[in-house]
């Protein structure tokens, strides 16, 4: 099969621009729970496949959260009480939107931020790339020599966009793992801050009742009776 300059290019930007890789899919997203509040997210999922979801908080308060994740019909999958962070891989025994909750209720004054990765994978080929794919061959001719060389190409294609999500995934959590300890180390300042300029005061305050006490225990001004 003879590929064109033409081809080549529209199969390589195919490639790229998709973001789903044989029913591959990653989603991620950062988002602040009010404090005494819930938020729910809901990923529609269709039966066969499989939902993997990881979470952890970030900032606020001591960087815990309920989570709950329900099934469709309303079943409960999962619930966990304040945890800091937490992954979960479920096999969708039915289709539908699954329910993704975070619970910051027992916060009364805290607000909570997380960031949380839904991974959805069917073990399948992507219908939409699928369809992509006969779009562009119509951009080829056949030919015998160079048949092998496109069916290399097109795996070597596939197999660098699947490098590069499982990177850009890799990117993502550590950025949130950098903003958690940001977040820990600037807390942590604030508190020594405040303490070391509350002791401050208290020493000065010490200090100054000390010399005044001492002053008055030499004093010479006397009464003297008559």
Known sequence: MFLSAK?????????LSSW????????????EIPAARRECFYQPTKQGQVLEIEYQVIDGGDLDIDFRMNAPNGNKIVQEFRRNDGIHTVDATMEGDYEICFDNGFSRFTKKTIYFEIILDSGEEDDELDDDEGEWKKFISPDDTFGDKLTSLEDTMNQIKSYQSKVIQLQGLLRAFEAKDRNIVERNFNRINFWSVTNIFIMLVVFSLQVYMVRNMFSDKKKVRT
């Open 20 to 31: 789903a890789v044989s029913g591959y899919r990653d989603n991620d997203l950062t988002a």
């Open 7 to 15: 081809a080549a290019l529209a199969c390589f930007l195919l490639v």
